[in-house]
Structures are given as structure tokens and as C-alpha cells.
């Protein structure tokens, strides 16, 4: 077992793996990997990703690995071996490989990751390493089996409005609002402050690491000043599944029914256009959070871990 930088390794040699990984994805998460997958090629024909790839005794690539760094903190993107070859050592290698790299660099004070494992246990893997595993659960809700109970009425201090450009920056502001004193506040980095969260929804809206931001069906909360106070943001994982990447309301108008309301929103909307189901992602630590998601008909799909160490 050999690794190689993904700077030395051209994209086709992993077309199976990518595949065998997209699959996973899809019948696991109801999720189209895809255009995450076309980007990671993208990068590596670029030479512009740092990363491993896992070299067989026959020369043959079955796993890849990858990271970016935007200082302070180092993200580790993803870690996954094909299943005919995947092992605990195998991981431990491309993970050993990664930390190595990241010890090198300059001013790294924190490493994070987001993982789906699905055919190894990273945990142990991580925790040798000093990480902090924080247990998250992936839910997903089918659109025509929605609990029907009370619905929710909005206050009339509150509107809802649909999502447009103008409410980008209180909109983060907002996120960063809801995090501060939060069971996710350790979470990532970017949580922790309102440049992080400008960074944050950039990403969410510009990128497609939480599915195809979807402007339509995403709202805000405006209190009686015409001032965000809540937002609930949405997008599409595939052509049948939408997501809920962020959901927050300001704090002092927590408790009043407001993320509940914008929930069933988008419910609403999400069905009429054509969304048989809607995932989205909790800590096992935001109790109150699961207790909502699951009144309101989510289910478990799949656990996964947030993966955190502070490097001081």
C-alpha cells in the first residue's frame, strides 16, 4: 500500500472509485454527488489540490484523500477507499498523510471535517489524533408523508419574505446571532464570528457543497423594523431532493414560532414544485432542534461525525 500526491495522479485513474462513492451517496443520502465529483476532477487537472491517493501493489488507485486551507483552520475535504479495498489501515494512512502535511504548514491553529463514512468506522481513527468526534444525524422528511398536526401561525409582528440578494449580510449576521451560546458553536470555526459567517453563506449560496442553492424557495423573517430576524435557506441535493443547508433565527425572537413557520413554508412550497423529500442535518447535541425536526415527521437516515481539534 503506497500513496501519491494527487498533484501526480490524473482523474481517470480514480473514475471507480468516484463512481463507487457517488453511488453510496445517492442510495444512502439521496444525494447527486456528481457536480462535487466533477469539481474534485477539475481541481486535480488543475494540480491544485492538495491531497493523497492510495496506490495498490498492482499500481492501481483505489482511495483518495483531500484538503484546503484557509488559515487559520485546515478542512480536511474528504477521506474514501473503495469498498473492495477499504480498511481501517488504508484510511489511517491517508488521514496519517494529511496530518503530516498540515504539521509542515504555517499557522494552523484548527483542523475540521465533515464526513460521511460508508465503509469504515473514522472515529477511532480520528480520536487517535486528538480529534473531538461530535455526532450528527442526517434526517430526511417524504413530502407525502408530512405529520399532519396544528399548524403554525405567524405573529403579527413578523412577515416572511422571499430570499433575495439584498438580505445577504444581515442574513449572516443572523446565523452568527443564533450560533453564540449554541450546542453547535464548536462546531466550525466560521460559526464563531460574523466574518465567518459571511464566508459561511457565500459558500452555501455560491457553491455546491450543500446541494444547488435554491433562491426560491429560501426566505427570511423580518420583525416589525423591517430587520432580519430569521432566515431558512434551501437547496437541491438532486433532481427529486431538496435540503435545508441553514436555518436560524435571531435570538431574542427565539420561542416564538418562527422556525417552525418557516419550515412548513417551505414544505409547502417544496412539494408544489415537485420535491418528493427534504434532508437536512442536526447535532445529537442541539436536543431542541431534534425534538422539532422529528415532531415534524423526520427521520434518520444516517449518523456521521463532525470532526474538530484545536491546535492552540
Known amino acids: 500500500m503506497q500513496t ?6 490524473d482523474s481517470q485513474e480514480l473514475e471507480r472509485t468516484f463512481q463507487q462513492e457517488i453511488q ?3 442510495n444512502e443520502l439521496f444525494w447527486d454527488y456528481q457536480p462535487a465529483v466533477s469539481l474534485i476532477k477539475k481541481f486535480i487537472a488543475s494540480r491544485s489540490l492538495s ?19 484557509n488559515h487559520p483552520v485546515a478542512y480536511i475535504g474528504n477521506l474514501y477507499i473503495r469498498s473492495e479495498r477499504a480498511s481501517p489501515a488504508g484510511y489511517a494512512e491517508l488521514l496519517d498523510k494529511i496530518l503530516h ?14 464526513i460521511f463514512a460508508f465503509n469504515c468506522d473514522l472515529v477511532p481513527l480520528f480520536e487517535q489524533h486528538e480529534f473531538t468526534a461530535l455526532k450528527r444525524h442526517f434526517l430526511s422528511l417524504p413530502l407525502d408523508h408530512l405529520v399532519e398536526g396544528k399548524k403554525s401561525e405567524l405573529q403579527p409582528e413578523f412577515q416572511i419574505s422571499q430570499w433575495e440578494n439584498r438580505f445577504f449580510f444581515p442574513a449572516a449576521e443572523v446565523i452568527y446571532n443564533s450560533y453564540d451560546g449554541s450546542p453547535d458553536y464548536e462546531l466550525c470555526h466560521d460559526y464563531q464570528s460574523s466574518e465567518g459567517c459571511i464566508r459561511f453563506l457565500r459558500n452555501l449560496v455560491q457553491h455546491p457543497g450543500c446541494g444547488i442553492f435554491s433562491p426560491r424557495i429560501s426566505y427570511v423573517a ?8 430569521g432566515v431558512l435557506l434551501t437547496s ?3 433532481p427529486d431532493t431538496g435540503m435545508i443547508p441553514q ?7 427565539q420561542g416564538k414560532g418562527l422556525g417552525s413557520f418557516l419550515l412548513q413554508t417551505y414544505f409547502r412550497e417544496a412539494r408544489q414544485s415537485g420535491l418528493e423529500r427534504i434532508t437536512l442535518s442536526v447535532s445529537e447535541a442541539n436536543h431542541r432542534a431534534c425534538q422539532l425536526y422529528l415532531r415534524l ?16
Request: with cysteine; charged share 25%; aromatic share 12%.
Open 297 to 312: 415527521g423526520f427521520r434518520k437516515t444516517k449518523d456521521f461525525h463532525a470532526f474538530v481539534r484545536d491546535l492552540g
Open 51 to 69: 491531497g493523497w491517493a492510495l496506490k495498490t501493489d498492482a499500481g492501481s488507485l483505489s482511495g483518495y484523500s483531500y484538503y484546503v486551507i
Open 101 to 114: 502535511s498540515l504539521r509542515s504548514g504555517q499557522e494552523i491553529r484548527r483542523i475540521e471535517s465533515q
Open 222 to 229: 423580518l420583525d416589525c423594523e423591517e430587520r432580519v430576524c
Open 247 to 253: 436555518i436560524s433565527v435571531r435570538s431574542d425572537c
Open 4 to 9: 501519491v500526491a494527487l498533484s501526480q495522479v
Open 24 to 26: 453510496w451517496w445517492q
Open 236 to 238: 437541491k441535493i438532486s
